[in-house]
């Protein structure tokens, strides 16, 4: 599949809509899931507004469970707390599939301390619930979505992706450069619960230096964006 | 204390021995721990004659116990294997002190793989042992020796920094400045576990884009490297 179908379950929130907005400027179709049916296609109607003529790709709104089921690609932006239940809602649906976990483990009100849940990550537990047949890959957690639906900024933040398939880490390293930033091999699932802990840290740090999308990048490596 | 005598454990490894010319090229006195006098001594000269005129503070060394005695502030870099013995050994003369640990928690041959520690990292571990009446700052950890080592080199690695108490931080904070990183408040000290796990997703970087001293910076920020 050269140009998959990404579903985005969560996707009327500013991440998943950042990443939608990207994606279909890149020539992607992209499907926006919601719990209702009504707010995916409203979210994608404002989107498809807001990118006008930069729409390379398509743009829809759906049920999360239809979104999975006709994604070939499934991301799932959705708060900590509503992780389990989303799994759960499309777990049939995304059997064969990759599914890109950008979750990151929070206790609010403590946002800024690092949350190790049972099992190591909150894609660790994707991974427990969906079974061995779907290919869980962990990215994009410490990425600003206010940067992202900025589609004129640059993003200047790595994202690191971890998984335990080599083919689906590659997929999803193309999906980083295809919104516009550099993705990095970072190694098995298991390291996703470092990946994940670095977003309580970044939005520390925003609140300490008064920033507001502060990222990371890797340096001291050749890099595609300093060919 | 305007220049604290800082004493690093271990610091005839690569890792001490970049930091302890750092800080002795800022005016620092330095003082080199090893388990053996006769080690600590030679790596001393070693390290003053490779200063040469750049040394502006003093360096000497001694065994850890004497090294931790003597030092206001006590830096422990040493391997993982040998961190719980290093410091029932220093324990009671880092009472009353700031204790950086720049421990990283490896299981080898796995070093490119995150690996989590009972109490959660090596930085709690030492606070625990060392009890309540130590200062405990975890940083350093990402930095590459390599680099430290090479005076005229840009580190181009941030450190960050975590500690449950304000000034000990803020302390340590300046000890990055000194040897040519920014430092940034990353946190208390439970977000150590993020930032000590970050080194073997940096040791598979390096090994995966074949690069040596893979580093981070914290992006989209008032930076004081770029005021």
């Not at 991301?75 to 707390?81: K, N």
Request: charged content about 20%; aromatic content about 2%; glycine content about 10%.
């Amino acid at each position: 599949m050269s140009m998959p179908t990404i579903a985005i379950i969560g996707g009327t929130g500013a991440e998943g809509s950042g990443l939608a907005m990207r994606w279909v400027a890149a020539g992607y179709t992209v499907i926006i899931g919601s719990r209702s049916a009504e707010k995916a296609h409203t979210r994608a109607e404002e989107l498809r507004a807001a990118l006008g003529e930069r729409a390379r790709g398509t743009l829809r709104g759906l049920p999360n469970t239809e979104a999975a089921a006709a994604g070939d690609i499934v991301v799932l932006t959705v708060p900590y707390s509503a992780h389990k239940s989303t799994l759960e809602g499309i777990r049939e649906q995304v059997q064969g599939k990759i599914v890109v976990d950008c979750t990151v483990p929070l206790q609010p009100p403590h946002v800024t301390r690092v949350f190790i849940p049972e099992g190591g990550s909150a894609a660790q537990q994707a991974q427990a619930l969906l079974g061995e047949n779907v290919r869980v890959v962990a990215a994009f957690q410490n990425v600003s979505a206010h940067k992202l639906q900025d589609l004129d900024a640059d993003v200047n933040c790595d994202v690191l992706v971890c998984g335990d398939d080599p083919d689906a880490r590659e997929t999803v390293i193309q999906l980083a450069h295809a919104a516009g930033m550099v993705g990095l091999h970072a190694g098995p699932l298991q390291n996703a619960v470092v990946v994940e802990g670095l977003t309580p840290i970044l939005i520390g740090i925003n609140k300490r230096y008064k920033s507001k999308g502060a990222g990371i990048r890797i340096t001291n490596i050749p890099r595609p964006d300093e060919a």
